[in-house]
């Protein structure tokens, strides 16, 4: 995560004016394409969807209900203004799919509590990988954080080839989906 946002998130936090506007400078101008893209929103609909979003991302921060960064804050802005525009468009009546971005259009339908709730397994998921240890933990940030091939993990982890990296992964990956599966069953 980035430190501005992080700034960004503690001004809002704390009740500065000043990080709201930073955030809106940042990504406004994004976010009406984004809208334009997925959902075929005029220029007015989409700022009123990115108006909304922000006052409900500073009502999260604000409230409590968003106490840690466990992404980046664009990534949580996009995800409420997915649901923000969703709600729009169905309220409407112009329901509009675009298949990449959606499944269906009820399957999709993500509230602002099931974004919360995905942040919160992100932070045990989080933990979980932190209990892995290595090299689990090493390979699996290389590969799927930093986007090194491979061959690249390799040689910065001193392995023989890639194949053995390949093999070590898989079994990370094993290992972490059933501690996952064990996790989920306990809640």
């Known amino acids: 995560m980035a430190a501005d946002d992080q700034k960004i998130f503690q001004s809002i936090k704390n009740g500065e004016e000043e990080g709201l506007v930073a955030l809106y400078k940042l990504h406004r101008q994004e976010f009406m394409g984004w809208a334009w893209q997925h959902f075929k929103m005029e220029s007015e609909d989409a700022a009123d969807v990115f108006q909304d979003t922000i006052i409900t991302l500073r009502r999260n921060i604000v409230s409590g209900k968003l106490t840690q960064l466990t992404s980046s804050l664009k990534t949580y802005l996009f995800a409420i203004g997915k649901n923000t525009a969703l709600s729009r468009l169905k309220k409407n009546k112009k329901w509009y799919t675009n298949p990449e971005l959606l499944n269906t259009q009820e399957d ?10 995905l942040n919160e397994r992100q932070l045990w998921v989080k933990d979980l990988l932190a209990k892995l240890g290595e090299p689990c933990l090493s390979i699996l940030r290389l590969y799927y954080y930093r986007s090194y091939s491979m061959e690249a993990i390799a040689r910065e982890l001193g392995y023989k080839n890639e194949n053995v990296v390949k093999s070590q992964k898989l079994r990370c990956i094993k290992t972490l989906k059933e501690q996952v599966h064990q996790k989920q069953r306990q809640l």
């Open 108 to 117: 999709s339908m993500l509230s602002i509590t099931d974004t919360i709730e």
